[in-house]
């Protein structure tokens, strides 16, 4: 079975710094995708960026991206130019592209983030 | 394009009633799937709706049912409701094919069970 975790229960970050959240999954499929949720206090989870397994070249959202590393079982988040927008709960995801559990996230505990002014 | 909404958005109920969740997918979505999410342990798969079909099953006992109708709407369902069932409920929807494959999240129904 797939897992996902998130060794940073909680991160903080001044405002306009850059700041970078950890996740490790374990698997053993050679095809899946990675995602980034963001779930503010509003509760709304919200897609941040997203990965697949099979592309090499590392996702880039605007100021967020990630760097993949397939053999590591790594798949981390950079956020630049941090915002007190970016303050909230940001889960790390996999998700298999075969088979019947094509549907199923499986997400790590989550990382909090605060954002200092 | 509206996004996916549920209803309704807080309910309280007490032990061994049951529930009944609705959830309405992006326009055009026609994967389902749902979501708890609790403190102790964080968000868990209950189960995937594709074409009225279920897909895909977390595990969950069998009081945790659901159902999708052929507009793609769905319908979650928890009988004989249990304090530890007190939980955000999420629903997400997906197109599916080959590049659509992001899943995505509504509001949650706030459900407390005392």
């Known amino acids: 079975a797939q897992t996902v975790t998130q060794s940073q229960p909680e991160m903080s970050v001044q405002e306009a710094e850059t700041v970078t959240l950890s996740c490790t999954y374990d698997t053993s499929e050679s095809d899946y995708y990675l995602f980034w949720y963001k779930q503010p206090p509003s509760r709304q989870m919200i897609l941040v960026i997203r990965?697949?397994?099979?592309?090499?070249q590392n996702a880039t959202e605007n100021r967020f991206s990630v760097n993949f590393q397939k053999a590591a079982k790594s798949f981390s988040l950079k956020i630049s130019d941090s915002q007190l927008g970016d303050a909230a709960m940001y889960f790390c995801?996999?998700?298999?592209?075969?088979?019947?559990?094509?549907?199923?996230?499986?997400f790590g505990k989550g990382t909090k983030l605060s954002v200092k002014p | 394009k509206a996004g996916v909404t549920q209803t309704p958005r807080y309910l309280i109920k007490t032990r061994g009633q049951q529930v009944t969740l609705s959830c309405s997918p992006i326009?055009?979505?026609?994967?389902v799937s749902w979501y708890q999410q609790t403190p102790g342990q964080g968000l868990q798969f209950l189960f995937e709706y594709f074409s009225e079909t279920q897909r895909n099953k977390g595990n969950f006992p069998g009081r945790f049912s659901g159902r999708q109708f052929s507009n793609s709407r769905s319908e979650m369902n928890v009988s004989t409701l249990e304090l530890g069932d007190s939980a955000l409920y999420l629903c997400?929807?997906?197109?599916?094919?080959?590049?659509?494959?992001?899943?995505?999240f509504g509001p949650g129904t706030r459900l407390t069970v005392t």
């Open positions: 997400a929807s997906s197109l599916e094919g080959v590049s659509s494959y992001e899943q995505y």
């Open positions: 995801a996999y998700r298999s592209a075969v088979g019947g559990s094509q549907g199923n996230l499986i």
């Open positions: 990965q697949e397994a099979y592309k090499q």
């Open positions: 326009s055009g979505h026609r994967s």
